[in-house]
């Protein structure tokens, strides 16, 4: 997978000469099977509920259904095409990232009501079911708050979403060095290690029916590892199988406010 490609042309040159030309095309050749991966990966996964969703549609034509039924079968349809739409406004957050201009280095993010916000939308998602804390000792982000509020958001609601009923779930933001972390530990079910250097990648689900199950897209950790690095901030995974997760996001100084 990792070969080196090369091209090669063989050229006429002066005086009946020839002339070979090597490239080396590696790099341009990776970048290609990554889009041609991509655009397989996207296609497979709005395949699916589309399949599902016209299935629905074709027995709802043509068989008479009580009205209990047909309820329940729009309620699956309804279910199939929330998930198209979480999918398709993924890709469109991941694009926006990448197209649009740097986040601003002057306009400041208030990190307490931003953490405040987010906690209750935790709260709401777990609907009593986890122990969620919030701590902010920092201060405040130079950035882009929608972005900012995406990347944390994804990081604490993945916690809700894998974490069992009754587990504990702590959200951070304290200085660290002359930079600051956020973090988000939880004592849900862990990660085997095997999976966490592929968890930033499209569609990668370490666990793909928990995901599922949980509404899903495969697409939260590539937009936060994006989200992130346009801030230079870096994410870091620390996990096991069994002993919880903690998803972290280090700031340099620079994108702090003064
Ligand atoms: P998804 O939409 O599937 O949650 P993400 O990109 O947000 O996609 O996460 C990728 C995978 O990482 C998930 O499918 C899950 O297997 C794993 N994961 C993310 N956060 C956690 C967590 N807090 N605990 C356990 N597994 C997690």
């Given at each position: 997978?990792?070969?080196?490609?090369?091209?090669?042309?063989?050229?006429?040159?002066?005086?009946?000469?020839?002339?070979?030309?090597?490239?080396?095309?590696?790099?341009?050749?990776?970048?290609?099977?990554?889009?041609?991966?991509?655009?397989?990966?996207?296609?497979?996964?709005?395949?699916?509920?589309?399949?599902?969703?016209?299935?629905?549609?074709?027995?709802?034509?043509?068989?008479?259904?009580?009205?209990?039924?047909?309820?329940?079968?729009?309620?699956?349809?309804?279910?199939?095409?929330?998930?198209?739409?979480?999918?398709?406004?993924?890709?469109?957050?991941?694009?926006?990232?990448?197209?649009?201009?740097?986040?601003?280095?002057?306009?400041?993010?208030?990190?307490?009501?931003?953490?405040?916000?987010?906690?209750?939308?935790?709260?709401?998602?777990?609907?009593?079911?986890?122990?969620?804390?919030?701590?902010?000792?920092?201060?405040?982000?130079?950035?882009?708050?929608?972005?900012?509020?995406?990347?944390?958001?994804n990081l604490i609601s993945n916690a809700v979403r894998y974490t069992p009923a009754g587990g504990h779930i702590a959200i951070a933001w304290k200085p660290q060095g002359r930079g600051a972390e956020f973090s988000v530990s939880d004592d849900g079910p862990g990660i085997d290690a095997a999976h966490i250097p592929r968890l930033t990648e499209r569609f990668y689900r370490a666990d793909l029916g928990r995901s599922r199950e949980t509404g899903g897209t495969g697409l939260g950790l590539a937009i936060v590892k994006h989200a992130?690095?346009?801030?230079?901030?870096?994410?870091?995974?620390?996990?096991?199988?069994?002993?919880?997760?903690?998803?972290?996001?280090?700031?340099?100084?620079?994108?702090?406010?003064?």
């Amino acid at each position: 997978n990792d070969e080196q490609v090369l091209s090669i042309h063989v050229l006429p040159y002066a005086g009946g000469e020839r002339l070979m030309q090597v490239r080396d095309v590696t790099q341009s050749e990776r970048l290609d099977r990554m889009r041609r991966d991509f655009v397989a990966n996207v296609s497979h996964e709005l395949r699916t509920p589309l399949t599902v969703l016209s299935g629905f549609l074709e027995t709802l034509r043509e068989l008479p259904l009580e009205p209990a039924e047909r309820d329940r079968y729009l309620a699956l349809m309804a279910e199939q095409s929330d998930r198209m739409q979480r999918i398709v406004q993924d890709l469109l957050t991941l694009s926006t990232l990448e197209s649009s201009p740097p986040p601003p280095e002057s306009e400041r993010v208030a990190m307490p009501a931003l953490l405040e916000k987010l906690k209750r939308d935790a709260e709401a998602l777990s609907a009593g079911r986890h122990q969620i804390a919030l701590v902010v000792e920092a201060g405040d982000l130079l950035g882009a708050e929608s972005e900012l509020t995406s990347a944390f958001g994804n990081l604490i609601s993945n916690a809700v979403r894998y974490t069992p009923a009754g587990g504990h779930i702590a959200i951070a933001w304290k200085p660290q060095g002359r930079g600051a972390e956020f973090s988000v530990s939880d004592d849900g079910p862990g990660i085997d290690a095997a999976h966490i250097p592929r968890l930033t990648e499209r569609f990668y689900r370490a666990d793909l029916g928990r995901s599922r199950e949980t509404g899903g897209t495969g697409l939260g950790l590539a937009i936060v590892k994006h989200a992130l690095s346009r801030h230079q901030a870096r994410l870091e995974i620390a996990s096991a199988l069994g002993a919880g997760s903690r998803f972290s996001a280090h700031f340099p100084p620079a994108r702090l406010a003064p």
